[in-house]
Structure formats: structure tokens, C-alpha cells
């Protein structure tokens, strides 16, 4: 047992200042639902947290509360999801004007894919969010690459008009959500800097793709 967590350590250690390389679909997707996982996450809970102080636990335990932020958590998540894919598309982007194409057609599909994995009980469907996905993903694919201080604006936008947190609380706190939500995006571009093997991502996600 000794051993099983000085291994774990030692593991985690290692990763945390060698952090494994992003470079098969798997990884990638593994990386981005993760990432988008945890900057919804970050920004829901540390949010309701912060303006709820002490009684943040008690609120938990009422359905009417905890439902909501379920509900935002979701809704964010959505949003962190096609945040992710419009920057890694962005920052993947070959300059061959084919493999281009063919990397931006493969990503286009994978939000409403990923996304309709997971359907939370408020909802029946992803639909609305799939098809606004695809027309921002259509105009930011022949865009400027984007930026992550940028792309998660809406998102933060989205979060504070559905937090569970009385209107008269969170009135003056849009820009707040956006910068924690920014520096959590800022902090996933570093780990796209540090971890993504950007030849061997291509040639893996344009394999069979036609776009």
C-alpha cells in the first residue's frame, strides 16, 4: 500500500512538471472535454461559492438550489465545450489550405457528438447549442485564429444570467465571471502549448476526414 502511493505521487508529480503529450484522437478528446469539463466547472461552482460564503453547503442541500447550479453547470459546459474547439481549431490550423479544410470539417462534428453523449434531465436535446455551435464554428474557422482571453466572453455572459444567485447579488458581476473564466482559459492555452503534438494531432484527426 506504501508503495501503491509513492507511486501515485511520484506519478503525479511527474505529469504535473512533464505533462504527457496530447498527440492520438483519444488524447485530444480526452484533453478537451476535460478542460471544458473543468472551466465550467471552476467558473459555476468557485462562483456560488464566493458569493454564497458560509452558507454555500446549506444551500446545497436544497433541491431548488443545487438543481440550478446543476443547470448552469451543464449550460456552461456546453458553452467551455465550443469555447475549446473554436481555440484548438485556431491554434491547429495548418497552413496547407486542404488540410486545413479537412482538420476545421473533422472539429465541426465533434461538438454536437461529444455534447449529445451527456443529455441532463432539464434538457431533451442539444440541438440549440449544436446549431449555434456550427454557425459560430463556420465564420471562426476562416477567422483569425482565436484567442482565449476572447472566445469565452459569452460563456461568462451566459453563466451569470443563470447562476442560481438573486439578480440583486450578481447585478455588477459579469466582468468577474469573465476574468476567472478567462484566467482558467488562459491556463488551458498554456497546457496546449506545453502538451499538444501539433504534426501527429493533424495527421490523426484529418485521417479519414473529407471536409
Request: with cysteine.
Amino acid at each position: 500500500m506504501m508503495m501503491d502511493r509513492k507511486s501515485s505521487l511520484l506519478r503525479r508529480t511527474k505529469d504535473y512538471f512533464f505533462p504527457p503529450a496530447v498527440a492520438s484522437a483519444a488524447e485530444f478528446k480526452a484533453f478537451v472535454t476535460g478542460e471544458a469539463a473543468y472551466l465550467a466547472q471552476k467558473s459555476v461552482f468557485g462562483y456560488c461559492r464566493v458569493k454564497t460564503m458560509q452558507d454555500y453547503d446549506k444551500l446545497m442541500g436544497e433541491a431548488l438550489f443545487r438543481d440550478g447550479v446543476e443547470i448552469c453547470r451543464w449550460e456552461a459546459y456546453a458553452g467551455t465545450l465550443a469555447d475549446t474547439l473554436v481555440l484548438v481549431e485556431g491554434f491547429l490550423r495548418p497552413a496547407d489550405p486542404a488540410a486545413r479544410s479537412r482538420l476545421a470539417g473533422h472539429i465541426a462534428t465533434l461538438y454536437p457528438a461529444w455534447l449529445g453523449e451527456h443529455v441532463p434531465p432539464h434538457r431533451s436535446d442539444w440541438t440549440d447549442r449544436a446549431e449555434a455551435f456550427a454557425a459560430r464554428f463556420a465564420l471562426s474557422r476562416t477567422a483569425e485564429p482565436a484567442q482565449p482571453a476572447q472566445v469565452v466572453r459569452d460563456t461568462a455572459a451566459l453563466v451569470h444570467d443563470i447562476v442560481p444567485i438573486a439578480d440583486r447579488l450578481k447585478r455588477n458581476d459579469r466582468e468577474v465571471i469573465y476574468g476567472d473564466l478567462r484566467l482558467h482559459a488562459l491556463a488551458m492555452h498554456s497546457q496546449m502549448l506545453k502538451r499538444f503534438d501539433r504534426p501527429a494531432l493533424v495527421a490523426a484527426l484529418t485521417a479519414d476526414s473529407t471536409d
